[in-house]
């Protein structure tokens, strides 16, 4: 069993996503600028890029293992095959709906909970000494490094849970989202892929039409899945509990084959860096990758 006191804790760790701002974190700590870290989780929902695992390898091989950081890929399942599966209970993506009278809606989310936070969680308690049922002692906790940077200063949040205590360096050292890909590119990590689930129906139009114009295999992937849920999860209508409605992974709520994906945002037409705009505007938001504990969806 750990144990510490009030003010120091049992160790620190580093939510991974493998995206922009948590690699430059892992970078930052295994190079001696920032304090040691003891862990790196990186929560897999089964349907990342190829390239979020092809970086998170080279991470793991020549930024983590050298400075004897521990890189755990924890996981809750596979959030495509489970949403196609009839056997299983499935934690709804927020999927954008066309109701019968032809109003709209979205479903409820609940995969940022199931498939990112609750293996980190699990792995925690597991690191810890207590896992799940076991009660944590007060004043046993860890230190939690989360990626965001100056111009996301608004998606930092407290832990929900006592034996967790969030962190945010990248708002410490006051970098923005430009500032990561800046010293990335100097260390040689220029390439450093967007984190988020292939199928998220927060991508914007310029992600959607990356994944088409440079991974077809993966676009083929997930027009398919947007096809599959058309009426909703498998579960859902195994169960007698079919969507009013249909379903759609575009907020077009037309197949994603044939949605307007080509349409340059404002930000793009403007010739801004779409990467750091905020908009209100649904159509023109173009947002960054997915963060365990900072789903873009919070925004939308």
Not at 28 to 46: N, V
Not at 211 to 235: K, L, T, Y
Not at 248 to 253: A, F, K, N, V
Request: aromatic share 8%.
């Amino acid at each position: 069993m750990t144990t510490t006191t009030n003010a120091e804790p049992a160790f620190r760790c580093l939510s991974l996503g493998a995206g922009v701002q948590s690699s430059l974190l892992l970078i930052l700590a295994a190079q001696g600028h920032l304090p040691k870290i003891d862990y790196a989780l990186f929560s897999d929902t089964g349907w990342e890029p190829q390239a979020v695992y092809t970086h998170l390898d080279r991470l793991e091989r020549e930024v983590a293992a050298p400075a004897r950081i521990k890189v755990f890929k924890v996981s809750s399942g596979n959030i495509r095959n489970d949403a196609l599966d009839p056997g299983h209970r499935f934690a709804s993506m927020p999927l954008f709906i066309k109701n019968p009278d032809g109003g709209n809606g979205m479903t409820r989310r609940q995969c940022t909970g199931e498939y990112k936070i609750k293996p980190l969680k699990a792995k925690v308690r597991e690191l810890l000494g207590y896992p799940y049922p076991a009660r944590i002692p007060a004043g046993v906790f860890v230190e939690q490094w989360i990626g965001i940077s100056r111009d996301e200063f608004h998606r930092a949040k407290d832990a929900d849970v006592r034996y967790m205590r969030n962190r945010f360096p990248l708002l410490d050292l006051d970098l923005t989202r430009e500032d990561c890909l800046r010293i990335l590119a100097e260390n040689g990590f220029e390439n450093t892929p967007k984190s988020s689930c292939l199928g998220c129906p927060f991508h914007s139009d310029r992600q959607w039409r990356q994944i088409r114009d440079e991974s077809p295999a993966e676009w083929a992937d997930v027009v398919a899945f947007d096809a599959a849920i058309r009426a909703g999860s498998a579960r859902a209508n195994a169960t007698g509990s079919p969507l009013l409605g249909s379903a759609y992974l575009h907020r077009s709520r037309v197949p994603l084959d044939q949605a307007p994906i080509d349409r340059p945002s404002r930000a793009e037409r403007c010739g801004q860096q779409p990467d750091v705009l905020h908009l209100a505007d649904e159509e023109n938001q173009e947002k960054t990758g997915c963060s365990p504990w900072a789903c873009r969806g919070d925004a939308a």
